[in-house]
């Protein structure tokens, strides 16, 4: 114990290993040293690119559930439905027969044969298939209308349609009734994650179906989101979630954004929408109420990004925007306003009687360079000041370089670019002013192209570095999130991305591993440190902060090492609290740089336990191509492994 009361405390990395190449760093850790970092820094941005929600983390299995799809790439809204049985058994034809206004189209099912050898009508292969399990149940809801009085059977069915996985009693249906809601639940007898949903009869009959809807009856915190991917953002532990986009807010055609009022209310009355810029649609399962509901389900402060009247081909002039701003004000009271208030009502209707955390908005999406901007920009600004004076506001215009000619709370920045440009933007924020104005929100960031591949080592590495001088500026930049958080892999819009996933299976790439060495440094301190060394290396990044846990504070020492050799660090540690006994170590690395995980080898880059050698000299470095994080326990703590340590 005398040992660890020696002054200041001092940790090998094992600098002999690093043929001579070592660094020391020396951070100040007493009471009353560091800087506070923003409680929001780390956080994720949901963009609807990649089939993120739509066959992603919204866990409705059925695609096209209304017959409303359509536009450029899907020029049938029956697709993805197809027959189930021979063209002389059965005929689709979509009608306008559908019982909601606002979504005017339902299927009509004719069956041709009498007495069917085999069950016809229709079936929904899900977004590349629905991931049915033995023994998990699914809340199947749809609804139904038929010519004549008949039946009909609802089941899930393997890829090949060759094995029946679970099947309803049969549904009669009243031919006088008119449409019916029908609800039931089904509990599969075995798993195909490639399974179909099928609507079917066995007699001559005609019926219609619309919004059919099936979902498994688990989902994250009940509310929808599907369990895996959900928990993959929990250990993230984020601080906001900025949504829906992204270019998906701005639409290739403006009729084509993404607008707040038409994704609320009971979800079989949406109308869905073409998402043109991704050129998919969404049937906005996952709209404005659930995204706020995931929020709040994830402790993350939500960020609404609006429409402000421009999309990537028209625009809307100033002297036309009133409806635009009204619409945000609108969305502002469906979060915010009390249950007695027109929107605000709607959302206690849908089950949330108490008013969202909703603090920041943001004006539009990459659209500064755009003719009506800054004066649309105005307009919403002063108008949601009046009326949400607390509400901060971002604009699209960046102001780490330049003085911004508009107010603003925060600047909108994102960067894409090669790993060896973002690991040099370590400094970006550095020499910007630290003047009264307004911060960064780096809203998306990510290494792209040949360095990334679909989602490297090397991309992650400079990523880290690219964070790590973000942590050190935490006081101008506020927030920062990668871009884009998800994709299907059946539906690669966007090279890489953080969380990859089909309709079963999941892994997060580096980027994602890396954002993980973060979890626990919004609202820590930021301590002083600085490096000395014996030889130029100019391949590492460090930042040192101290865990906002004041019951059992850490030292959390973060080193990137981006050259091709290994590094020795020596930690010097300023002050008697830290334990460094009890110290442990986590690393990202792989054989080769531009290592990615994949279905087959999910877990090839992933954060790893550094074995500590000894009590007092523990035997560490950093290899080539690396990114560790040390904890050093304080002195009163009995815990060998810290947070950070035990999650990875
Ligand atoms: O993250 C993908 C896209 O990149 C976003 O939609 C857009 O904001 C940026 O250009």
């Not at 099912?109 to 298939?129: I, K």
């Not at 949406?270 to 706020?292: A, K, N, Q, T």
Request: hydrophobic share 40%; net charge negative; glycine share 8%.
């Amino acid at each position: 114990m005398e040992l660890l009361l020696l002054l200041p405390l001092v940790i090998f990395l094992s600098i002999y290993c690093a043929h001579g190449r070592s660094i020391t760093m020396h951070v100040l850790s007493d009471e009353g040293d560091g800087t506070p970092i923003p409680s929001t820094l780390f956080g994720i941005f949901f963009e609807e690119i990649n089939h993120a929600g739509n066959g992603g983390l919204w866990s409705e299995l059925v695609s096209n559930r209304g017959f409303e799809a359509g536009g450029q790439n899907t020029p049938s809204n029956i697709a993805p439905w197809t027959p189930v049985g021979s063209s002389s058994d059965v005929l689709l034809a979509t009608e306008r027969a559908s019982p909601f206004a606002r979504n005017p189209i339902a299927l009509r099912v004719e069956v041709l044969c009498d007495s069917c050898q085999a069950p016809v009508g229709v079936a929904n292969p899900g977004y590349w298939g629905m991931d049915v399990r033995a023994g998990d149940e699914y809340k199947i809801i749809f609804w139904l209308k038929a010519a004549t009085s008949s039946s009909v059977v609802v089941s899930f069915v393997s890829s090949d349609s060759s094995v029946t996985l679970a099947q309803s009693d049969t549904i009669n249906v009243d031919g006088t009734k008119g449409w019916t809601k029908q609800e039931i639940v089904l509990k599969a007898q075995a798993t195909d994650h490639y399974a179909q949903l099928t609507v079917t009869s066995k007699e001559k009959t005609v019926f219609w179906i619309d919004q059919v809807s099936a979902m498994p009856v688990e989902t994250y915190k009940g509310h929808g989101f599907r369990k895996d991917l959900a928990l993959m953002l929990e250990e993230l532990k984020p601080r906001f979630i900025r949504f829906p986009g992204g270019c998906y807010v701005e639409g290739e055609r403006l009729q084509n954004a993404w607008r707040w009022r038409a994704s609320v209310g009971p979800w079989e009355e949406r109308p869905g929408h073409l998402g043109d810029v991704w050129g998919y649609w969404s049937d906005d399962g996952i709209g404005y109420f659930e995204f706020l509901q995931l929020a709040e389900d994830l402790d993350a402060l939500p960020i609404w990004v609006f429409n402000n009247g421009v999309s990537h081909t028209d625009e809307v002039a100033t002297s036309l925007i009133g409806p635009f701003v009204q619409e945000a004000l609108d969305g502002l009271e469906f979060a915010l306003g009390s249950s007695s208030s027109k929107y605000g009502a709607l959302r206690a209707q849908m089950g949330h009687p108490e008013p969202f955390n909703l603090k920041y908005v943001a004006i539009g999406n990459e659209d500064c360079g755009k003719q009506y901007y800054r004066d649309n920009y105005l307009q919403f600004y002063y108008a949601i000041k009046k009326y949400y004076p607390d509400i901060s506001i971002v604009t699209n215009c960046d102001g780490s370089y330049r003085q911004l000619d508009h107010p603003a709370d925060l600047y909108d920045f994102h960067i894409y670019t090669s790993a060896s440009n973002l690991f040099n933007m370590n400094h970006q924020f550095d020499k910007i002013s630290r003047n009264d104005g307004p911060k960064a929100f780096v809203s998306e960031y990510a290494v792209t192209g040949n360095d990334a591949g679909r989602g490297s080592l090397l991309a992650a590495l400079a990523e880290a570095a690219f964070l790590i001088g973000i942590e050190r500026n935490s006081d101008v930049v506020h927030m920062t999130s990668y871009a884009p958080l998800f994709v299907n892999n059946n539906d690669r819009r966007w090279n890489p991305d953080s969380i990859v996933y089909d309709s079963w299976q999941s892994y997060g790439t580096p980027s994602y591993w890396v954002q993980k060495f973060f979890k626990l440094s919004s609202g820590a301190t930021l301590l002083p440190s600085n490096i000395t060394g014996s030889t130029n290396v100019n391949s590492v990044v460090t930042s040192a902060i101290r865990s906002s846990d004041t019951n059992d504070p850490s030292i959390i020492v973060k080193a990137v090492n981006f050259g091709n050799k290994a590094v020795g660090l020596k930690l010097n540690i300023d002050g008697s609290f830290w334990n460094s006994a009890n110290s442990t170590a986590v690393i990202l690395t792989s054989n080769n740089v531009m290592d990615e995980n994949s279905f087959s080898n999910p877990t090839k880059v992933v954060t790893k336990t550094v074995t500590m050698s000894g009590k007092n000299q523990m035997g560490i470095t950093l290899p080539a191509y690396s990114f560790m994080a040390i904890t050093v326990p304080s002195l009163g703590s009995n815990s060998r492994d810290s947070e950070l340590h035990s999650d990875m």
